[in-house]
């Protein structure tokens, strides 16, 4: 394989992650050896310390390479990959999850794939061979799946895993994508596969085992859930 002189911006959102943000930026680094990469860490004002230990990482790694982009308070997930966007200097962007439920592992498997593919966009699927969920009860995987297939059947998206969270991006067609999207919360992934499927993106999918967070409390709750279904009519009528 030729070699590979792309740059990867790792855009990370983070509100109370002070026990899980240090162990993800290890593994991102042990994973990433040879890969042009900066971190992009955008923290919604958290109150546990978690800026505290940005810049602790920063001392170790050098802010050249982790990069702290915070913000006064919660202002929503879609504003923070926004947000996050102005600050990469790459022309590859990976978004995921600070909590540990996306490994970083997976991470060279992502690379390689949109090397082999060319494609736009890769995306973590749990929903294919090889791929799927640790450290969910069966009332929450039966609530997911159900999601999942609910929208798969109304959209047809052409992905497997609709309301994942761990993609990379070509940071042009990121950019063009993020711009038509109207929603803030979760729904926000949904909406970016979605628009960038209608766009005629070339969008490539990679197994993954999503895990449940490690430390913390989940953010999702009968909130997001009527939130989730009230994106989804959004999207049916304007998509």
Not at 75 to 96: D, E, P, Q, R
């Amino acid at each position: 394989m030729e070699i590979n002189k792309n740059k990867y911006s790792i855009i990370v959102p983070t509100y109370n992650e002070r026990l899980n943000i240090a162990l993800l930026v290890y593994l991102v680094f042990k994973h990433l050896r040879d890969v042009d990469f900066e971190v992009i860490v955008v923290d919604d004002g958290s109150p546990d310390g978690t800026q505290e230990v940005v810049k602790q990482l920063q001392q170790v790694y050098g802010e050249d390479r982790i990069l702290l982009r915070a913000r006064p308070r919660k202002l929503g997930l879609g504003t923070a990959y926004v947000h996050g966007l102005k600050h990469a200097s790459g022309n590859f962007v990976v978004i995921m999850d600070a909590d540990l439920s996306h490994h970083p592992k997976y991470l060279p498997s992502f690379i390689r794939k949109q090397l082999e593919t060319g494609a736009s966009i890769v995306t973590g699927t749990r929903y294919v061979k090889g791929g799927g969920v640790h450290g969910w009860n069966l009332m929450r995987k039966l609530t997911s799946r159900g999601a999942n297939v609910l929208a798969q059947t109304l959209l047809w998206p052409g992905v497997s895993d609709l309301t994942g969270s761990f993609r990379l991006y070509r940071k042009s067609v990121l950019e063009d994508v993020i711009s038509t999207c109207v929603s803030k919360g979760y729904v926000f992934q949904m909406e970016m596969i979605v628009r960038a499927s209608r766009k005629r993106y070339h969008i490539e999918e990679v197994p993954i085992t999503f895990v449940d967070r490690v430390y913390g409390s989940s953010k999702l709750g009968g909130s997001e859930i009527v939130e989730y279904l009230k994106g989804l009519a959004y999207l049916l009528v304007t998509t």
